[in-house]
């Protein structure tokens, strides 16, 4: 029986087509390292009374399953912040809790806080309180829900108090907001360390995010609820990717449990942070899911 002859082109062209395939599956491999969570609350909802949904071991439970192994936490009131930092069963679990004053001790503060003076020495009180783990290490989420509020008195000296202190702020906020909070501090926003919660939840043009990250050093974008971030299949849409390889070092993720629905889909929060991740260059998808949020507050690298 006559052996069928190959062309030494074919051969080439088939062995080209399995290496894009295979490269095209190492790319779209999600990734699978550890994740720090730069936006996570624990309201009262979650764990007030004896039948609580959510009490501390299951939350913690789902942060350990995700390899999730550092939070940033804050909380409606300050309490379900002070019991996560706090417990055993977080230490069991190996999680790290970078806990913050939340503005908020209940909803009707929402609106007010920015001019209210009691939320100022609320916040002096706790910072000098401190948590049995150790101090508090920024302050938020706080919402500002019209840009021009930004010059209320209590915003403006929380955060000149923030920069003077090294503290670090996470503000859900507008892009215009972003401009007079920095303009309250001493170094006009060079020296303040602020997490935009969700990078712009109204859709701030890609453009206007660069152009932030470009005149604030310190200025770390959350991505949470980011409309346009994720195309097709779950990946990273073209100009997000774009600013992420030019900006590896400054956007973090976060889920963002506001509501006892977003601790219901945790796992699936974590998944689709993962499957976008994976698309990124390794060292890219490292910085963004770790290395970014540990760095930020000197954590020991994993």
């Not at 624990?42 to 999730?68: F, I």
């Not at 906020?173 to 926003?189: C, H, R, Y």
């Amino acid at each position: 029986m006559a052996r069928r002859r190959v062309l030494p082109g074919a051969w080439r062209h088939c062995a080209a087509m399995l290496l894009a395939a295979l490269a095209a599956t190492a790319r779209a491999a999600d990734y699978s390292g550890p994740l720090f969570d730069a936006h996570l609350h624990y309201n009262e909802e979650a764990w007030e009374g004896a039948t609580a949904p959510h009490p501390l071991a299951d939350v913690l439970a789902r942060m350990k399953r995700n390899n999730v192994a550092a939070v940033v936490a804050n909380s409606r009131p300050n309490a379900g912040t002070q019991a996560l930092a706090t417990s055993a069963l977080t230490r069991d679990a190996g999680v790290t809790v970078l806990p913050f004053v939340r503005l908020y001790r209940n909803r009707a503060d929402y609106n007010n806080w920015f001019r209210d003076e009691s939320i100022y020495q609320m916040v002096l009180d706790e910072l000098a309180r401190g948590t049995p783990a150790g101090p508090f290490r920024g302050i938020g989420e706080f919402h500002l829900y019209d840009s021009a509020n930004a010059e209320g008195p209590v915003a403006k000296k929380l955060m000149a108090l923030a920069e003077q202190r090294n503290l670090v702020v996470l503000a859900h906020v507008d892009d215009a907001a972003i401009d007079l909070l920095m303009a309250a501090t001493p170094s006009q926003g060079r020296n303040l360390r602020l997490i935009w919660a969700h990078t712009g939840i109204g859709g701030t043009p890609v453009a206007r995010v660069e152009q932030l990250l470009a005149r604030y050093p310190l200025l770390m974008g959350e991505l949470s609820y980011r409309p346009g971030l994720a195309c097709d299949g779950g990946k990273l849409c073209p100009d997000w990717r774009a600013l992420m390889l030019k900006y590896p070092t400054r956007f973090m993720i976060g889920s963002d449990t506001w509501v006892n629905q977003r601790w219901m889909y945790y796992d699936e929060l974590m998944k689709g942070y993962r499957a976008w991740l994976g698309d990124l260059p390794a060292d890219v998808a490292r910085r963004v899911a770790w290395e970014n949020g540990a760095g930020l507050f000197g954590l020991s690298p994993r």
